[in-house]
């Protein structure tokens, strides 16, 4: 037996529940990991608390827990190609990912990712690094960003946010980015300006940068898109990844599964390279899981949340 996340209705944090499972194992063409750390995300926990968002990506329950993890290759099925028993990876299993075993299927397809991981990042790191990773380079890959812009981040203090500062400032952008004040000075530290959310919002833009704002990534509500309309940015220079199916104004709506194949190595090699750091905000122990799924609802944390298994 080992141990997974499992939930069987949809509700909050009091709905996770840690199981006792019959333990996987990889069949043909199959890797199994052995789970060392589970990277959390709002869509994590958007989806155990909604049937609609569920539905989405053809979950139903009873299920696992979570989406990004990071470990060691245990087990290898005949005609598995690409790895090896030993071997640190990290990558993405839909529903799976909080658990000691996932069991992934390679080459991989669909919403499922497996990479090796780079000797100097560790596994906290790395579980940190898929849905974030790639929604950032999405957001930013849809708004064409481009040397001497000066671009609007929504939630910049978030987890998607935090790549998304980051991967801007490479390509020589002066970079916004909307957060509350308690997060400016770790903003700062990225990179970003900082800026106040809510009322308002448009005319500390102004101020802030009279000479014009030219593309916006909106990564949390509508908020930023809007003020990026209003502040004349065309709507195809203004990304959102939580704007649903009909986001405000024509703008770009996308998401990680719409980043280039080429992103996650990009970021890693920034990270390697001291370009990119990744804040860990908290770990947690997987018996914790409720505390860390509360933590990160609150939509205050700086940086990543972990669960370590």
Do not use: C
Request: net charge negative; proline share 6%.
């Amino acid at each position: 037996m080992s141990r997974a996340i499992v939930y069987e209705t949809f509700g909050g944090p009091e709905v996770l529940q840690v199981r006792e499972v019959p333990e996987p194992h990889a069949g043909p063409g199959a890797v199994r990991v052995r789970v060392t750390a589970a990277g959390l995300n709002p869509m994590d926990w958007g989806i155990a608390s909604r049937l609609e968002a569920a539905a989405q990506f053809g979950i139903t329950v009873p299920s696992g827990f979570g989406y990004d993890f990071a470990g060691v290759i245990d087990e290898i099925g005949t005609g598995a190609a690409g790895f090896a028993v030993g071997d640190r990876v990290y990558g993405g299993a839909l529903g799976r990912a909080v658990a000691d075993f996932v069991v992934i299927e390679t080459p991989t397809s669909g919403s499922e990712m497996l990479w090796h991981t780079p000797e100097v990042i560790s596994d906290e790191v790395a579980a940190a690094l898929p849905v974030a990773g790639m929604t950032a380079a999405a957001a930013l890959a849809a708004i064409d960003l481009r040397s001497g812009d000066t671009v609007l981040i929504g939630g910049a203090a978030g987890g998607v946010g935090i790549f998304a500062v980051q991967l801007a400032k490479l390509t020589g952008v002066r970079v916004l980015g909307t957060a509350s004040e308690g997060t400016f000075e770790f903003l700062r530290r990225l990179g970003a300006e900082p800026v106040a959310y809510g009322p308002g919002l448009a005319d500390r833009v102004r101020a802030l940068a009279p000479d014009g704002v030219t593309a916006a990534a909106d990564l949390f509500g509508t908020e930023t898109a809007e003020t990026a309309l209003a502040l004349g940015v065309p709507p195809e220079r203004i990304s959102t990844i939580a704007a649903g199916p009909s986001p405000p104004g024509g703008v770009r709506a996308t998401g990680g599964f719409d980043a280039s194949p080429e992103s996650m190595r990009q970021i890693t090699d920034a990270i390697l390279g001291g370009e990119i750091t990744v804040p860990i905000a908290a770990t947690y122990p997987i018996e914790k899981i409720r505390d860390a799924v509360t933590l990160q609802a609150g939509r205050h944390v700086h940086g990543k949340i972990v669960v370590t298994l």
